[in-house]
């Protein structure tokens, strides 16, 4: 057969494949809404399963006691209560980072003051602390913002000198030649280039605040005239309304996840995700 013949001759493609769907592709969201219903689900089978309410309430008491408690008003300001604090204990402590992470990144010694402190304080419990706090600002919300601070500037303090490290050097001298330098250097340059790390030290700086301050409200009770979520939990124990306490939790754990989903994510997708800085 000649070439002409050849190159005249239809191909055979064989059967056309068609790509494999998938029935269960679901978006991120409605993964985790899914694995969500199915937790709940066994909790409430394994508390009738249990049957002893004291030990375990079911998932429906719980959030009956979630809604009394949110009704009377008790819950919402315990909750703001905590927030308030927790709030201002964060962003001191993010403050307090930037102005450390910043000197390390523009000076030699700046960065060996940030090595020390860091390897001397971020294994020191933050409840560990509280004792010390107490001594030196009393029964109230000052002590529990000094241990909060405690707990968020050291982690986020990592993260974020590890993200200004990660920044390759060409990116730096880049910044130099343009006449970058000093505050202007970091804020321009570095802040949005180590963005994914200093975001990853802002969730675990703000977990890191939430466990602190609801564990010092337990141990150490009331701030001041307005316990928070944590004297909410402690009381309720002690009073063996085990629903309240587990409606407590429940509400740390909403609170976690309404932050996750609207400050932390939204964040990430405006600017990490935006610039094409997403691993």
């Not at 009381?235 to 309240?244: F, G, K, Y």
Request: glycine share 10%.
């Amino acid at each position: 057969m000649s070439d002409t013949s050849l190159s005249a001759s239809p191909v055979s493609r064989g059967p056309v494949v068609e790509p494999l769907r998938r029935p269960l592709a679901l978006g991120a969201g409605a993964r985790k809404a899914i694995i969500l219903v199915a937790l709940a689900l066994g909790w409430e089978a394994y508390a009738r399963w249990l049957g002893n309410s004291l030990l375990l309430p079911t998932f429906l008491e719980t959030l009956q006691a979630l809604w009394d408690t949110t009704r009377t008003g008790e819950l919402p300001d315990r909750v703001l209560a905590s927030l308030i604090v927790l709030l201002s204990g964060y962003g001191i402590g993010v403050a307090i980072a930037a102005l450390i992470t910043a000197l390390a990144a523009l000076s030699r010694w700046g960065e060996s003051l940030l090595g020390l402190l860091t390897s001397m304080f971020n294994p020191l419990p933050a409840i560990a602390l509280l004792p010390v706090a107490l001594l030196w600002f009393g029964v109230g919300t000052s002590s529990l913002v000094f241990v909060i601070v405690h707990a968020v500037l050291w982690p986020l303090a990592l993260a974020c000198h590890t993200g200004f490290r990660a920044v390759p050097p060409t990116l730096r001298m880049a910044g130099r030649n343009i006449g970058l330098s000093g505050p202007s250097y970091v804020i321009a340059l570095l802040v949005p280039a180590a963005l994914p790390h200093i975001l990853s030290g802002l969730r675990l700086g703000w977990a890191f605040a939430w466990r602190t301050l609801i564990a010092a409200e337990m141990v150490f009770g009331a701030s001041a005239r307005a316990g928070g979520l944590g004297w909410f939990i402690f009381t309720n124990r002690a009073q063996l309304e085990t629903a309240n306490v587990f409606a407590g939790l429940l509400a740390v754990i909403l609170i976690g996840l309404l932050v996750e989903a609207l400050i932390f994510t939204t964040i990430t997708r405006l600017t990490v995700q935006r610039w094409g800085q997403d691993t």
